[in-house]
């Protein structure tokens, strides 16, 4: 079995060949191909951790699709000052299938 942990986003994700995987937006329109900074990889019992062996290491994935997120509601309040806000937010995303792991 082949893995890596990649850079994604601001977090790190495992990934093998055929997976699906949701992003912070990336650029790049549908059928376009990323790269995708490797961290660890792992091919069966050999682990690569090295930075110099993982500047070797490309992972490729094809975007298949830009969309956004749930929406997430922020609501603050202060007791008897009568302050209240009320805030929205939807994050940018983008799905990605991994292609290669080479």
Sequence with gaps: MVYAIVRAGGRQEKV????????????GGAGSTIELPALLLVDGE????????????KVE??????????????????????YK??????????KVKITSIA
């Design 85 to 94: 806000k009320r805030q929205g937010h939807r994050q940018e995303l983008t």
């Design 16 to 27: 093998s060949v055929g997976d699906f995987v949701t992003l912070n937006r990336v650029a």
């Design 46 to 57: 050999k682990i690569t951790s090295a930075a110099k062996d993982l500047a070797k290491v």
């Design 61 to 82: 994935a094809e975007i298949l699709e830009d969309l956004r997120g749930p929406k997430i509601v922020i609501q603050k309040f202060k007791n008897k000052t009568g």
